[in-house]
């Protein structure tokens, strides 16, 4: 059983983007950044064995997914696997398990991204079932049908892992009608009604050459991707490279509650939080100080009250997610239902101090140190130094971000902390989301401070919150 | 362990070997370290007593470029270190031969809660100090335990050797155990297993496969614990756990990364030298008797769509036959092509995931494989079929394509997740510890190599006995309702 601080870690390393001075300047700098016929490429060698990891991402998402046709990035996406060229479903299928590589495709809201990977001997064979899977989809109707199937039944599962399930509430209910809010796999409504003729339209849009960028990590040199990039991926058709809208988000007023209420629920899931940063803010780094000293690390202060102190919930942790154009600041914990609000409580206490009173000078300094003696493991592997990268292409920030990362923590000050936390910190605007047994909840929710609305979702219906007034 | 946990182990599991295997042809940029291992040993005992001389157990040059050695000191502690300088970090675990099979009926998951607490207070460090010096100096740290062993982990940044010595060793001996702490830890691993077990019906049906495969024997129990044990366990309890297991010679200290193997021994020496060997109990083996029928059981969950979790007896880690279980299963389960992926959830759409995982236990296992269907599916309908392909594939051997496919899949699945000092230690760590001898993971690729189509139709045969079937359903807790959009209906 581990502790659950890769968590963080894990939230670290999604935001970070980071890199630094020295020793680990030098492994930061092997990423290589080159175009080929105009296709980005990103290359981290590694010759120590002969293997490489392929990352394809492409601009375009479920954020430009039309009203009413919710998933119909992710379906196309998912639907490039399912025949190509002269291959059906099956036949890719059984090429690709030949060769032993194992491809993913995710569908983020501003990115989709087709990873794999292959020994070097047959990163050839590899490339070309990407290639044709890229440039020849079928889009057979009745493999449509197939896929939409099994994506509403993932749907459907989503309800039986509760942490998953707070999540994708806490989102919905963030965002609202911005269409961050929408969940990229679609909805149970959505999915039935989107056509063969629809997928193909947007495969037209966004699979195209300018919306390409090409990543390795592994037993490849310079001249070698150079070669392989032109040879798959140059045929690409050429188009107009995505852009993303930019709609404005309503940030939520007074602390609205959510309650997905499951059935005999012996614990809680706790998610808080308000809507967050855009990648280039200037208030990204000492708010990264910040979240580390708030709730970023083992030693932080969720978990040390809430946890350490208190045995209310195995991991407390705090989250500084940003976005191209628009982020989220969160945190969560899961206490038992009898702790559920003690620690609802404490948790909103710990927020309204943080912002209030800010860090102090031996906070601050820990942070700094363990941010700066941590950061080699976030590029110790050619495989982090490439998803380094990409993020940083993706969310368009410049090449030396990640150089400049340790500079830019360090330079952050006591004053510029308390007043980004004051600035970009809402304790009174929040949405908080409770997945939980209604019922053994309800006689406090009313109890905790600032709370302007009360809203209960039955965990196995479709997304319709009402007031809890009975 | 949770599900997750074990496909991640399953995903790295033997990763580096395949590092090792390839590593020799190619140029590398880790410079070698050609320190004669004596030479090494003689410096290092130069002016030491007695008990903290330390000896060579054996070394296994791969090539000339990654060597991995493993040394004795006086008081039982084992050493593997393993020179590697791509990145200036390096991995420090603590591996000690204690899991959930060594514990009591009445008192289990207290190998579990126990590590848990060996992050609180010793006589030289105040509660939650251990952390705050961790975390100060860059360290991810963290501890697993599972069946058959407990570890301790830190990642560290080059040069924090000593620091991280300094304070394994100090919480080998000096732990200091209150009443608070372990009423606090009690409550956090309660919670874990209100996460991990009763609120997530992928664990419970793991923890009920688990004790119903396993009547006798303690792989039976769950490592987390049975919540009446969690809330009997003592102080008294706790103490006599640490003063009974945990001790240098029911240790190894497994280094890789970039340090020298020098200043690992002398820094262990400095540290742990003065640590005396402690009486280990003998463990009482206890045997499984072989069942004489199908077991099944039915349970109703939170779940959309029922799910089985079919286990059948398999070989342990250390067995001839792991090699070839691991190739039936990829035959069954590997990528979208795998005879039942494709069966169930690509042609016949009967369910929307499959899965095989092959236990790499000390002692026999289960080879369990989870199937997580549609609403509509019957699970008859797919135990039936499963039961079929398990009988087609005892009877006819496997097709010559089909073992190429496995292999290469298993071959590529052992650099995945690679390149990383702290998967590479927990690799050594993990095969030292549960099968005795951290080379055996070297002969994994070579095992998997010579698996043929006769041995994978054989070990089937023996497998998949329906005596030794034991089938898990989990049922909605109310048969779902169709979910078909209703026209005009709000999202």
New interface residues.
């Given amino acids: ?3 659950p ?2 968590r963080a ?1 894990f939230a670290l390393l999604l935001l970070a983007l980071p890199l630094v001075a020295l ?2 300047s030098a ?1 930061a700098e092997t990423v290589e950044r080159f175009d080929v016929d105009g296709i980005p490429v990103r290359l981290v060698q ?6 490489v990891a392929l990352t394809v991402v492409l601009r375009s998402g479920s954020i430009l997914d039309p009203p009413g046709q ?1 998933g119909l990035a992710n379906l196309t996406a998912q639907m490039l696997r399912r025949g190509a060229g002269k291959m059906d ?2 036949g890719f ?2 090429a ?7 491809l993913t495709i995710n569908v983020g809201q501003y990115s989709t991204s087709i990873s794999g ?3 070097g001997r047959n990163l050839e064979r590899f490339l070309e079932l990407v290639s044709t899977m890229l440039r020849e989809p079928r889009f057979a109707e009745a493999q449509i049908a ?1 896929q939409k ?2 994506i ?3 749907i ?7 942490a998953r399930l707070g999540a994708s509430f806490f989102q919905r209910l963030l965002f609202r009608k911005h269409p961050l809010g929408r969940p990229t796999t679609g ?4 999915l ?1 009604k989107l056509s063969a003729a629809q997928i193909r339209g947007y495969y037209r849009r966004a699979f195209v050459k300018e919306n390409l960028i090409v990543g390795f990590a592994g ?1 490849i040199d310079r001249k070698r991707a150079t070669k392989l990039v032109r040879t798959y991926f140059g045929h690409l058709p050429s188009g107009t490279r995505t852009r993303f809208p930019t709609p404005r988000a309503k940030a939520p007023t007074g602390r609205t509650i959510l309650v997905v209420d ?6 809680t899931q706790v998610f808080i939080g308000h809507l967050g940063l855009q990648a280039a803010s200037r208030h990204f780094f000492p708010l990264e100080v910040a979240n580390t000293v708030f709730g970023g ?3 932080a202060r969720l978990i ?1 009250e809430i ?8 991991g407390a942790y705090s989250y500084n997610s940003v976005g191209p154009e628009l982020g989220s600041y969160l945190f969560r914990f ?3 239902n009898k702790d559920c609000i003690p620690a609802l409580k404490l948790g909103l206490q710990l927020f309204e101090t943080l912002v209030e009173k800010g860090l102090d000078d031996k906070e601050i300094a ?1 942070a700094k ?2 941010i ?6 976030r ?5 982090k130094r490439l998803a380094e990268a990409l993020r940083v292409e993706l969310l368009g920030l410049p090449d030396d971000f990640l150089g400049r990362y340790l500079e830019r923590i360090q330079k952050t000050t006591r004053a510029g902390i308390n007043h980004t936390l004051k600035t970009v910190l809402h304790p009174k605007d929040l949405v908080i989301v409770i997945v939980g047994t209604y019922a053994t909840l309800e006689p406090q929710l009313s109890k905790l401070p600032g709370v302007s609305r009360i809203l209960v979702n039955r ?2 219906r ?3 919150p009402k007031d809890n007034a009975r | 362990m949770n599900r997750e946990l074990r496909m991640l182990l399953l995903a790295t599991l033997g990763s580096f070997a395949i590092y090792l295997v390839t590593v020799a042809a190619l140029p590398t940029a880790t410079a070698a370290r050609r320190t004669d291992p004596r030479r090494l040993v003689r410096d290092v005992n130069r002016g030491t007593p007695e008990l903290a001389k330390v000896e060579l157990v054996n070394e296994h040059r791969v090539n000339a470029n990654f060597v991995v050695r493993k040394f004795r000191f006086s008081n039982g502690l084992a050493v593997i270190v393993a020179e590697t300088h791509r990145a200036p970090v390096f991995a420090y675990q603590t591996w000690f031969r204690v899991g959930s099979r060594h514990e009591k009926k009445g008192r289990t998951g207290i190998a579990h809660l126990f590590e848990h607490l060996l992050f609180k207070e010793t006589k030289n460090l105040k509660d939650g100090e251990f952390d705050k010096i961790m975390e100060r100096n860059g360290a991810v740290t963290n501890a697993a335990t599972w069946l058959d062993w407990t570890f301790y982990r830190e990642n560290l940044p080059k040069g924090k050797l000593e620091l991280v010595a300094r304070l394994e060793a100090d919480r080998m001996q000096n732990m200091v155990l209150n009443a608070r702490q372990l009423k606090s830890e009690r409550e956090v691993v309660k919670n874990e297993r209100r996460l991990r077990v009763d609120n997530d019906p992928d664990g419970k049906l793991s923890e009920v496969l688990y004790a119903t495969t396993f009547l006798r024997h303690p792989y039976g129990w769950p490592t987390v614990g049975w919540m009446a044990d969690l809330d009997a366990i003592t102080l008294e309890d706790c103490i006599r756990f640490y003063r009974t297991y945990y001790s240098p010679n029911n240790a190894t200290v497994v280094v890789v990364g970039d340090v020298e193997s020098e200043a690992v021994l002398k820094a262990i020496r400095l540290r742990y030298g003065h640590l005396k060997r402690q009486s280990i109990p003998k463990e009482k083996r206890v045997v499984e008797p072989q069942p004489t029928k199908e077991r099944s059981r039915t349970l109703h969950l939170a779940l959309s769509a029922p799910k089985i979790v079919i286990g059948y007896r398999s070989p342990a880690l250390g067995d001839k036959d792991h090699a070839a279980v691991m190739v039936l299963n990829e035959v069954l389960f590997g990528g979208k092509s795998g005879r039942l992926q494709k069966l169930l959830v690509q042609d016949r759409e009967l369910a929307r995931s499959t899965q095989g995982w092959v236990a790499g236990f000390r002692f026999e296992g289960i080879y369990e494989m989870w199937f997580e269907l549609k609403k509509s599916t019957d699970p008859k309908t797919v135990e039936t079929l499963v039961a079929r392909e398990l009988q087609r594939i005892s009877s006819q051997p496997i097709s010559a394509r089909e073992l190429q496919k496995a292999r290469n899949a298993l071959e590529i699945s052992l650099t995945r997740g690679l390149g990383s000092v702290g998967t590479i230690a927990r690799q050594l760590g993990h095969f030292e510890t549960t099968v005795g001898d951290y080379r055996t993971f070297f002969r994994v690729v070579s095992r998997y190599r010579a698996v043929t189509r006769e041995d994978v139709r054989r070990v089937a045969k023996k497998l998949f006995e329906p005596r030794r079937r034991v089938v898990i359903t989990g049922l909605p807790l109310v048969a779902p309702k169709p979910m078909a959009p209703r026209p005009g209906g709000k999202r």
Avoid: I
């Fill in positions: 059983m581990m502790r601080l890769h870690l020793p680990t492994l590694n010759r120590d064995f002969d293997y919710e479903q099956a299928e059984d690709l398990d030949f060769l032993g590589s194992r990977d292959s020994l197939k199937r099994l509403q039944a993932q459907e599962a989503l309800r039986e892992n509760d909805t149970l409504d959505s039935p037993n499951k059935p005999k629920r012996t614990q690390t083992f030693t040390q946890r350490e102190k208190r045995g209310w919930s195995y899961y206490p038992a820990f140190s363990y700066r003696n941590s950061f080699a493991f590029v110790e592997t050619a495989q965990y196995d479709r997304w319709n």
